[in-house]
């Protein structure tokens, strides 16, 4: 069973900086795709970015390219997202997540394994 652990989020003012990571465990990740998903209670959970197993290809959503950045550390099982010129809309629930797949997809329903969340709050 692969369990998904988040740290990183907190609070920063709109032109800050958040570096989240994500601790996996229990399986090697070399044969998932990773993402990070995001959350609000106003809106429904949203793919940001996923890197597929080999760290060979990355997708962003369209509000995030050229400002977050993710990144994976298969010897360490770790995955990364780094958030720069963070905006008040980027605030939510952030979720890492595995599938089971050496492709990416940005449907949330599509990913077996996920993180508790950890709060991103960007503040204006």
């Known amino acids: 069973q692969l369990q998904l652990v988040e740290s990183g989020g907190g609070s920063v003012q709109a032109g800050g900086s958040l570096r989240l990571s994500c601790a996996a465990s229990?399986?090697?990740?070399?044969?998932?795709?990773l993402a990070w998903f995001r959350q609000t209670p106003q809106k429904e959970r949203e793919g940001v970015a996923a890197?597929?197993?080999?760290?060979?290809?990355?997708i962003y959503a369209d509000s995030v390219k050229g400002r977050f950045t993710i990144s994976r550390d298969n010897p360490t099982n770790t995955l990364y997202l780094q958030m720069n010129s963070l905006k008040p809309e980027d605030s939510g629930l952030y979720y890492c997540?595995?599938?089971?797949?050496?492709?990416?997809?940005?449907?949330?329903?599509?990913?077996?394994?996920w993180g508790q969340g950890t709060q991103v709050t960007v503040s204006s």
């Open positions: 997540a595995a599938r089971y797949a050496t492709g990416c997809r940005d449907d949330y329903t599509t990913y077996q394994y």
């Open positions: 229990g399986w090697t990740t070399t044969s998932f795709c």
């Open positions: 890197v597929t197993n080999a760290g060979g290809s990355t």
